[in-house]
T-cell receptor, first 115, second 114 residues
Framework: DTAVSQTPKYLVTQMGNDKSIKCEQNLGHDTMYWYKQDSKKFLKIMFSYNNKELIINETVPNRFSPKSPDKAHLNLHINSLELGDSAVYFC??????????????FGPGTRLTVL | DQQVKQNSPSLSVQEGRISILNCDYTNSMFDYFLWYKKYPAEGPTFLISISSIKDKNEDGRFTVFLNKSAKHLSLHIVPSQPGDSAVYFCAARNSGGSNYKLTFGKGTLLTVNP
């Protein structure tokens, strides 16, 4: 019973294409995140949504657009893909407050390769 | 600017011995620290955490120590087991901040040899 799931797990595409990555959590959390792990292995926050409202946007190019249709889903759409977008993208979720709110639960990652 | 630093990219220990993974931070506003463990092709999984009001937190074989004055924390695993072989990420946050951002270190690859 997967807590945070992402699809697809692997994505290979050409430069200039538009692609989406989907994320769903069944933990009842109200905050969701997208992280990027680049070739240098740093895990960096990109976006965070709380109750479908954008609360973190870490200077990400506007080719990246997150969309949260409801609290359990946070999708990432990327327009005009570039070579530098190749990375592993992780979705995560957490509670906004209360016991354990600092702990974020991660999905398995989506490895994006732009050719 | 790296606000969370894990200066050892890798560490190798023998099974049964102690593993000590280190983490330094520069942002004095950080008041909550977490360790995550990551296996290849999987997402990071939460391991243990510590609030800045404490200097030690223990959970089974895992203990995290925090030295606020030195802005340093460490994760001790004892005894180490081959299944502990993974990348360990240190993360920190400012709980009083208006968002829920975690800042991660670059990770340390731990290899436990049988």
């Amino acid at each position: 019973d997967t807590a945070v799931s992402q699809t697809p797990k692997y994505l290979v595409t050409q430069m200039g294409n538009d692609k989406s990555i989907k994320c769903e959590q069944n933990l009842g959390h109200d905050t969701m995140y997208w992280y990027k792990q680049d070739s240098k292995k740093f895990l960096k926050i990109m976006f965070s949504y709380n109750n479908k409202e954008l609360i973190i946007n870490e200077t990400v190019p506007n080719r990246f657009s997150p969309k949260s249709p409801d609290k359990a889903h946070l999708n990432l759409h990327i327009n005009s893909l570039e070579l530098g977008d190749s990375a592993v993208y992780f979705c995560a979720s957490s509670l906004a407050r209360g016991r354990g709110y600092n702990e974020q639960f991660f999905g398995p990652g989506t490895r994006l390769t732009v050719l | 600017d790296q606000q969370v630093k894990q200066n050892s990219p890798s560490l190798s220990v023998q099974e049964g011995r102690i593993s000590i993974l280190n983490c330094d931070y520069t942002n004095s506003m950080f008041d909550y620290f977490l360790w995550y463990k990551k296996y290849p092709a999987e997402g990071p999984t939460f391991l243990i955490s510590i609030s800045s009001i404490k200097d030690k937190n223990e959970d089974g074989r895992f203990t995290v120590f925090l030295n606020k004055s030195a802005k340093h924390l460490s994760l001790h695993i004892v005894p180490s087991q081959p299944g502990d072989s993974a990348v360990y990420f240190c993360a920190a946050r400012n709980s009083g901040g208006s968002n829920y951002k975690l800042t991660f270190g670059k990770g340390t690859l731990l290899t436990v040899n049988p």
